[in-house]
Every structure is written in structure tokens, then in C-alpha cells.
């Protein structure tokens, strides 16, 4: 099986989860792309998505998926979505596509959290990936500075803006030994919007993606 194969069947096995009647949650990414294909096969029985980008809002948009401002949503009972980075303890490093600030908000909101991924994003220890940080333009060197201190290396994502109008820090070498703690640190600097990790809100459900098949993890 390619990589490919294993993440879109990890996304179809998702689709077991999305109840009839609700708002999903959806991420962005690859591996939640073939996620968006799938969901397009129930659209007439779900009520519509929240989306966590313009892009996976536009893909859709384009397959009849009805698209809700989260503003005026008061639940939504999955939220499905991939991860750069996972663990056993479901902490993630998120934000490869530069969708960090948007996937965190709706996992916020979301009663369920599941993570589609192939097996090669599990991995024992969080950092290998650097960590992504979306940063005010303005705080950009400011930020760099403290994210030094803090042990890391970061390094100006160039030419990417995100769909808040910021930039992205990757954030390379850190030790994420305590994925709670440094995920509060960072985001108590001011200028930060938000970063990568996702231990506070973790994932629920892991849908992994295996030569075997889908696995689920809870
Ligand atoms: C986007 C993300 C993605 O979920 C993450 O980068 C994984 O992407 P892919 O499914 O393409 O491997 O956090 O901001």
C-alpha cells in the first residue's frame, strides 16, 4: 500500500463516524482531501460542515457540501482532520498546511476529535517535525528571539500567508518532553496567535492508516 492508499483509507474509515443530521468539523490537508470526497457520498444526509480553510472550504463548496460560519453553530459533534506528527498519548503537532489557528478553533467546539493519518505520522516523541507557530507579522523577529530561548531553532516559513492574514515560525530541534507545558509557554508570548501543538486539545479516536488497513485507536 502507498502512503496515499493509507490515508485515504484512513479518511473513508471516518466516515463511519459522522452521524446523520450533524455539522462536521473538517480539517485540512491531504490525507482530510479524500476525507471531503468521501463526506461528498452523505452530503443529503448531513446538515452541511464547518471548515478550518479557505482551501478545504472550497473543495466543499465544490462537491454540494453546504458550508457554515462557525458563528452561528452551536455544536458539532466530530471534527476530523490529520496530523503531521502523533503520539500514543494523542498529541499532535499540527500545521503543515499553515490551517493551525482554524483546526484549533473547531476542535475547540467539536464533542470528538478523530485524527486520519497513515502509520508513518505515529510516531513515540513529538519535535522530529518542526513545529509550526502562526506569529503577527509584526512580533515576527520578536518571536524568533523567544523561541530561541525556549530551545528551538525557527525558521521563516517565506512566501506563506495564512488565511488570518500571519505568518508561520517552524519551529526545528525542540525537546517536546512536556507537550502541555510548551504548548502553554508559546502561546503566552505575546504576538503569537497560536502553534502547532495540540496536547491540550488532543485527538479523541486515531483512524491509522496501515498496510493491514484502518486501524482505530481510542
Ligand atoms: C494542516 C494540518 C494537516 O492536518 C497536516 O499538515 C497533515 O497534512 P496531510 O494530511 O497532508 O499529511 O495540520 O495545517
Same mark, same amino acid.
Given at each position: 500500500m502507498t502512503q496515499d492508499e493509507m490515508k485515504k483509507s484512513a479518511a473513508v474509515k471516518a466516515l463511519?463516524?459522522?452521524?446523520?443530521?450533524t455539522i462536521v468539523g473538517v480539517g485540512t490537508g491531504s490525507t482530510v482531501n479524500y476525507f471531503i470526497d468521501a463526506l461528498a457520498t452523505k452530503k443529503d444526509r448531513i446538515s452541511g460542515a464547518v471548515s478550518s480553510s479557505e482551501e478545504s472550504t472550497k473543495r466543499l463548496m465544490a462537491l454540494g457540501i453546504e458550508v457554515f460560519d462557525l458563528n452561528n453553530i452551536d455544536a458539532i459533534d466530530v471534527y476530523v482532520d490529520g496530523a503531521d506528527e502523533i503520539t500514543e498519548h494523542m498529541? =499532535?503537532?499540527?500545521?503543515?498546511?499553515a490551517a493551525l489557528t482554524r483546526e484549533k478553533i473547531v476542535a475547540a467546539v467539536a464533542k470528538t476529535f478523530i485524527c486520519i493519518a497513515d502509520e508513518s505520522k505515529q510516531v513515540p516523541m513529538l519535535g522530529k517535525f518542526p513545529l509550526p507557530v502562526e506569529?503577527?507579522? =509584526?512580533a515576527r523577529s520578536y518571536i524568533a528571539r523567544e523561541l530561541v530561548k525556549l530551545g528551538g531553532d525557527p525558521v521563516y516559513r517565506q512566501g506563506v500567508v495564512t488565511d488570518n492574514g500571519n505568518v508561520i515560525l517552524d519551529v526545528h530541534n525542540?525537546?517536546?518532553?512536556?507537550p502541555k507545558q510548551l504548548?502553554?509557554?508559546?502561546n503566552a508570548l505575546v504576538g503569537v496567535v497560536t502553534n502547532?501543538?495540540?496536547a491540550h486539545r488532543c485527538?479523541?479516536?486515531?483512524?491509522l492508516g496501515t498496510a493491514?488497513?484502518?486501524?482505530?485507536?481510542?
Open positions: 463511519e463516524f459522522v452521524k446523520d443530521d498529541h =499532535m503537532i499540527k500545521g503543515g498546511g506569529v503577527i507579522p =509584526m525542540l525537546d517536546i518532553i512536556n504548548e502553554s509557554d508559546i502547532g501543538l495540540f485527538a479523541d479516536i486515531l483512524i493491514l488497513g484502518p486501524k482505530i485507536i481510542k
